[in-house]
């Protein structure tokens, strides 16, 4: 072995070990307080079954929410929710990815409340250096209240994917070759909470809560997952294609054809609104066009 290939394995070897450095926690335990804390209103935040199970409760008095303690540049991030049951109209379920800056990057995921024996809505909704107003919403094909189901989001340098228990329902492209802003250099926590939005919820806000003489709404969260990678300062390292930033490679730079039809299937049947065939917002913008 030559000076220049000794020197080359070493280069190598030194990367890996970066890598792995960095990329050492980008996984879960599974035990809430390992890779998150509570954002507000801890006394109305529970958790059960040894930190692997959280509740956060919506009252008169307050709402609640969870961060994750690290932040992450791209990667795949999932939870099982459980919706409040009845009448829960004028509530927010909210489950995202936030940057926390003034030209803020978010991935929204938000459960709009219902009238007991109407179907929930799921809103998304996708903000790029500061500028959002990318909402889709669809119904739900399934009672979110009976049982545990998982969302997941994909988010890679090529698209956003919002998945729900398998299933895709959105993709959003990254066209920033285009000149459109696209969430590619803000690393984001993942946040969830409940909260009192009756003022736009349900009905445009004209259905208000009704609030429940004993106890309260009450989100239910478990099997919180990240397969991400968290954040150095360095984004080289979160951009890089490798094993470990699996959603980098090339073969993920595009929809599946069983990804593709079920997401056609999806639209198909249970869209409600899209700002992309908003006519009241005027013409359509670029990125309509040039979707997955």
């Known amino acids: 072995m030559n000076t220049k290939q000794g020197y080359m394995i070493c280069v190598w070897l030194l990367y890996g070990l970066i890598c792995c450095t960095v990329s050492s926690g980008r996984g879960t335990s599974g035990v809430f307080d390992d890779d998150y804390y509570v954002t507000w209103a801890p006394d ?22 969870f961060a ?33 800056q003034p030209n803020r990057d978010e991935i929204d995921i938000e459960f709009l409340g219902n009238v007991e024996g109407t179907k929930y809505i799921m809103q998304t909704n996708i903000f790029s250096n500061g500028y959002g107003n990318r909402e889709q919403r669809i119904h739900l094909w399934f009672d979110p209240t009976a049982r545990f189901h998982t969302y997941t989001v994909l988010w890679t340098r090529f698209y956003i994917l919002f998945v729900v228990d398998g299933i895709p329902i959105r993709a959003h492209k990254n066209n920033a070759g285009l000149g459109i802003p696209y969430p590619r250099r803000q690393p984001m926590s993942l946040y969830a909470s409940i909260w009192n939005g009756e003022d736009w919820a349900t009905n445009g806000g004209k259905t208000k809560i009704s609030w429940r003489r004993n106890g309260a709404f009450v989100a ?29 490679q090339r073969k993920y730079a595009f929809l599946t054809p069983t990804q593709t039809s079920r997401l056609a299937w999806v639209r198909k049947y249970f869209l409600l609104y899209d700002y992309c065939n908003d006519k009241s917002r005027g013409i359509p913008t670029l990125e309509c066009s040039h979707r997955l």
């Not at 791209?74 to 940057?99: C, R």
């Not at 968290?230 to 699996?246: E, I, V």
């Open 44 to 65: 109305h935040v529970t958790r059960l079954n040894a930190a692997r199970e959280v509740h956060i409760a919506l009252d008169r008095r307050s709402g609640a929410g």
């Open 220 to 248: 239910e969260f478990r099997e919180l997952k990240m397969d991400a990678c968290a954040w150095n300062g360095n984004p080289r390292f979160c951009k890089a294609s490798t094993p470990l930033n699996w959603w980098n």
């Open 68 to 100: 994750s303690k690290k932040a992450y540049l791209f990667g795949k991030f999932e939870m099982q929710i459980k919706l409040p049951p009845g009448n829960s109209a004028g509530t927010v379920v909210a489950y995202y990815l936030y940057s926390n």
